[in-house]
């Protein structure tokens, strides 16, 4: 088989959803060099020139294509930034917010509110309170991919070889291989996103672009992204106490002040403000129970960290003790 042959079949296999884990990954590192814009090109422009004739066949169900009405828009969409490698595979990553047409969910909690969700294949997410998660109703292939919108959410991957899920957050793509296990901390208040693996192995890649950005964690290993610079950081961590908020606990694990005074802002509706910027990058450790009230936290807070806090109105106020 001869080098365009090869690129024709691969595209097909993608196309008809019949491609594997090593071919997909030759796809997208190929989609990346631009050397199937020339084969897209042409699908494309036929596909195009069969459904205004009406010669279009019946397809399988493939990740970017619908025999529904909407398949028109699919496809011209597509052709529309098919001249430009980038857009096109910026697109193709987006793209099942309409793989699923009318079957794509999306769940969403209150504050104080936490909910599960459990997939065909075995695999469960658990969503925390203020969280927002797009998803499958009737996943297609072999593969699940969600967004977590905002907030935060576990992820414990059934242990099956056929399992393969997805998580795309705040640009950055997790992949998380059978049997393990990721909680995903994104929301918009932190200005970070944690990426904590409790079981198993993640690998994340850049949503853009594609690349892999170097990270690969296991078990007990923390990635953290800052938001507004886009530096990585990779920390070593008790996974369990990532979690803890499952089982209605709080838990502070060497977290600077600002993180945490950051999470009890948007808990307890006030604002924290800090007499000096050094005391933001103390390092805290605590648990306690979310039903706890904020000031049995900050009492607790303030007296092992050698702090002192006034409360006036809505506003809390923290200081070094002298």
């Given amino acids: 088989m001869d080098d365009h042959a090869f690129l024709e079949n691969l595209v097909?296999?993608?196309?008809?959803?019949?491609?594997?884990?090593?071919?997909?990954?030759?796809?997208?590192?190929?989609?990346?060099?631009?050397?199937?814009d020339q084969v897209l090109d042409t699908q494309l422009e036929a596909d195009k020139d069969d459904i205004i004739n009406g010669n279009l066949s019946e397809k399988p169900e493939s990740r970017?294509?619908?025999?529904?009405?909407?398949?028109?828009?699919?496809?011209?969409?597509?052709?529309?930034?098919?001249?430009?490698?980038?857009?096109?595979?910026?697109?193709?990553?987006?793209?099942y917010h309409f793989i699923f047409g009318d079957n794509i969910a999306?769940?969403?909690?209150?504050?104080?509110?936490?909910?599960?969700?459990?997939?065909?294949?075995?695999?469960?997410?658990?969503?925390?309170?203020?969280?927002?998660?797009?998803?499958?109703?009737?996943?297609?292939?072999k593969q699940i991919n969600v967004e977590l919108l905002e907030g935060e959410a576990y992820f414990d991957i059934a242990n099956r070889e056929v399992s393969n899920f997805f998580v795309l957050t705040k640009g950055i793509r997790a992949r998380l291989p059978a049997g393990s296990a990721l909680d995903i901390r994104a929301y918009k208040y932190l200005r970070m996103t944690e990426f904590s693996v409790v079981?198993?192995?993640?690998?994340?890649?850049?949503?853009?672009s594609f690349d892999m950005l170097g990270i690969e964690l296991s078990a007990n290993e923390r990635a953290t992204v800052d938001m507004d610079s886009g530096k990585f950081t990779k920390t070593n961590i008790v996974g369990t106490n990532?979690?803890?908020?499952?089982?209605?606990?709080?838990?502070?694990?060497?977290?600077?002040?600002?993180?945490?005074?950051?999470?009890l802002e948007s808990r307890f509706d006030v604002k924290i403000a800090f007499e000096s910027e050094s005391i933001k990058e103390t390092k805290l450790s605590g648990k306690f129970l979310l039903s706890d009230p904020l000031a049995d936290i900050l009492d607790t807070l303030a007296r092992t960290h050698h702090l002192h806090y006034m409360l006036d109105q809505n506003t809390v106020i923290l200081k070094s003790k002298e």
């Fill in 242 to 263: 990532a979690i803890a908020w499952k089982e209605g606990i709080l838990v502070f694990d060497q977290e600077r002040f600002a993180t945490v005074a950051a999470t």
């Fill in 12 to 36: 097909q296999r993608y196309r008809n959803n019949d491609i594997s884990d090593t071919e997909l990954e030759v796809f997208f590192y190929l989609l990346k060099q631009g050397k199937l």
């Fill in 106 to 141: 999306r769940l969403t909690t209150a504050k104080g509110q936490r909910i599960w969700l459990k997939f065909g294949d075995g695999s469960v997410v658990y969503l925390n309170e203020g969280s927002t998660l797009l998803y499958p109703e009737d996943p297609v292939g």
């Fill in 64 to 95: 970017f294509f619908s025999r529904s009405g909407r398949g028109l828009f699919l496809i011209v969409g597509i052709f529309l930034v098919v001249s430009t490698g980038w857009l096109l595979y910026t697109y193709r990553v987006h793209a």
């Fill in 199 to 208: 079981r198993g192995q993640a690998s994340l890649v850049n949503d853009s």
